[in-house]
């Protein structure tokens, strides 16, 4: 009987784990492509060598794999890394096996008879009663190599492979059954569990810190494990992700995220003299080795990872509808906004915080401020993928009960979630304002979830009244201008002024009439003319124009109050107060309509307000005058027409001017006002109708071009077809047909 020759590669792999050198551990691609090649090969001329059992046991008890307390991290992620990686490509290599192709060092042997969930089944059997971390990362390169095949699959069923023969039989070859993917699963579970009872982690680094001296290895075993569990955990069935304990995992998750982005203390080494800015923030800098040391670590480099599994394991807790999720969901928020805030504090001592362009930053500062702003957008795009997660729990999961966290904390409530998430990217709102701010809709300026996530923590928020109201007067209190300072920003300022009227515009129907819309209005008037600060300018312009609405709405129903789930005192008691409701509102609108109007006036000029805009705004105006009765509401809507007649025949090519008007002449700005004239039409109430259809065919007859009047009679004809009320559009109809010659010509 000839006995078979020995593999000498085998047993030069099995030598290296049972005694690793110092080279084999510092060049680990080598070992992983032999553990690759071996897994799914075995050893040449074997009778039994293509069973993979011993090797993983060797594997999994290798002694280069026992960590020191004092082990460095990087060490220990990058041999943990090493054998995700082998097993993963070892799924593939195995495909190559069983489709018959042959072993590169051994094209003689068949491996043909071999089927992938037995081959997989004896993979788990090797592993089976080994290290539990060191197993964790077998078992997750095991499973990523079986969803990479599901995925080949998937492609294939949805056309975009070739649907060959070839296909269809590796389909029906290398198919893994559910028993055996569910029993990877489990063991993955099993061994993260087994890793987290091993190693208890801190809730947050306040507990860390309490809890007496740890080891290096305790301390930072979440960042050595997360960046793997990261990458794994998603695509581990609910159910089983559900068996882990997962409140734990979370404030572990949570710990690990916090710690990269250095609970946001990263920019601390910003200089505090002029006369060290160029040296405080150039390369070799304090700064700059700070940024380096927290961006080459491996926490930061796993946060999308680990943002992207914070946010699966919240989704298991709503669709198990628990609420043991609350408490943990109020503290990330908490700590997210901790981070922001000292992000925020530490920016503004940056030297060149307020400067737009970078051609005005020296040379020797760029790159590291480059860096910087890498840093606070992945910050950025990480709240905003957690922050969906916890918005959405807040939406989906059943209301907290009476009480869900310590005697010595309020209650935590959806709207309570939904304002610290404000308040946090009220912080950042310095990195959003990048991006075009919260309210763009550019498809280049903004990222469609961060606009998500606005609008829904706005609308959750909005679902109690006292909340909201509480929210815009605080709001209203922070946007009070104040002592300008050594660290004080204009950028920043207003970017922050900017965020909270976008915040005010979606809540001002939420908001009592009296002391908190006069606040609201105090805080847009300063910015109604500061064209040059462009988004605050126009979040201004947006808030009063929210403000008339919600008022006219008011008024028109009779019902002097909002409907919303929960209302403040003071909104009840307006509700009982309702034959008083008109009299309350009257002080605010005759306060706002006359002022509004000559403001708005005022920025039709060129390079203010655009005309779409110009036309939204003056159309709300006379809807908002025309609500506050019949006699005083039409005094003041006629007060807006004849306003806005007053200026356009100072336009007048007949109207004679003063050298010196900034107006005379001004083609353009005369056609921004007819357009906002007839975008009045439907707001005009039905006794004043006649006047204003008579001041409307004037101002097209007085047009002389004929491309502007034409657009001037196709707006008309829009707003009468698709706006104009059923009552009002038999006047208007009438008056549409004794005029159309007259306009045609």
Partial sequence: ????????????????????????????????????????????????????????????????????????????NGRLGMLLKAFR???????????????????????????????????????????SLVRFACLGGLLMGLEDLERQKAARKAGNMADTDEKREVDETVAVGRRTR????????????????????????????????????????????????????????????????????????LDTISSAFRDGKIFQSFPESASTETIGVSLGSKLAQDLTAATSSPQYRSVKSLAELFARVVWSFV???????????????????????????????????????????????????????????????????????????AIYLPPPLSKTTSSLESDVTPASLAWVLLRTLSNLSFVITKFGGVTSTARASIFPQLRW????????????????????????????????????????????????????????????????????????????????????????????????????????????????????????????????????????????????????????????????????????????AGSCGTVDGDALVWFCIQSLLDVLSTLSPHATSSPNSIVQGDVERAHRLRLMLVSSLPTIPLKLLPRGLEAIRKSIADERDMGRREELVGEVLKEILERVGDREKVIVMKWWQSNRDSFSS
């Fill in 1 to 76: 009987m000839t006995v078979p020759q020995t593999d000498r590669g085998y047993t030069s792999l099995l030598h290296h784990l049972h005694r690793p050198s110092i080279a084999i551990l510092t060049q680990l691609d080598g070992l992983q492509t032999s553990i690759t090649y071996y897994l799914a090969y075995g050893q040449k001329d074997q009778p039994h060598g293509q069973t993979p059992t011993p090797l993983a046991a060797a594997i999994v008890g290798s002694s280069m794999f026992r960590f020191p307390d004092q082990t460095n991290v990087e060490i220990i």
């Fill in 453 to 624: 996530l606005f609008y829904s923590a706005l609308d959750v928020l909005s679902t109690n009244q006292a909340a909201s109201e509480k929210f815009v007067v605080r709001l209203c209190q922070t946007g009070k201008p104040t002592t300008t300072s050594l660290t004080s920003s204009k950028v920043m300022e207003n970017a922050k002024m900017a965020f909270s009227l976008a915040c005010i515009e979606q809540l001002a129907p939420n908001v009592g009439e009296g002391r908190v819309q006069s606040q609201i209005f105090d805080m847009c008037m300063p910015n109604l003319w500061d064209h040059e600060n462009r988004e605050v300018y126009e979040s201004s312009h947006s808030v009063v124009l929210a403000l008339l609405a919600a008022h006219a709405q008011r008024v028109g129903d009779g019902s002097g109050t909002v409907p919303t789930v929960e209302m403040s005192p003071s909104t009840n008691l307006k509700r009982k107060e309702r034959g008083r409701s008109n009299a309350v509102a009257r002080p605010l609108a005759e306060r706002i309509v006359p002022f509004y109007t000559n403001c708005l006036l005022e920025n039709s000029v060129e390079g203010r307000l655009i005309s779409a805009q110009l036309r939204i705004a003056f159309a709300a105006l006379v809807r908002s």
């Fill in 89 to 131: 490509h070892a799924v593939h290599y195995k495909v190559h096996a069983l489709m018959g192709k042959p072993d590169p060092a051994n094209p003689s042997a068949s491996t043909s008879e071999s089927k992938l969930s037995i081959w997989t089944r004896d993979i788990l059997n090797g592993l089976e009663g080994g290290q």
């Fill in 182 to 253: 569910g029993k990877v699963e489990e063991e993955v579970i099993v061994a993260l569990a087994e890793v987290m009872e091993t190693h208890p982690l801190p809730s947050s680094n306040k507990s860390a810190n309490d809890s007496g001296p740890r080891s290096d290895w305790e301390s930072e075993f979440t960042q050595s494990v997360s960046g793997t569990t990261g990458r794994i955990l998603p695509f581990v069935a609910e159910d089983r992700l559900r068996a882990l304990p997962l409140e734990i995992f979370l404030k572990s998750l």
């Fill in 319 to 393: 669709t198990a509808k628990s609420q043991r999720l609350w408490p943990v969901l109020n503290e990330t928020l908490l700590v997210f906004e901790e981070i922001a805030r000292n992000l925020q504090d530490d920016w503004r001592h940056n030297p060149w915080v307020d400067v737009q362009a970078e051609e005005e930053i020296p040379e020797s500062a760029r790159e590291t401020l480059t860096q910087a702003w890498g840093v606070l957008k992945t910050i950025l795009f990480a709240n905003v993928m957690v922050q969906q997660s916890i918005i959405t729990a």
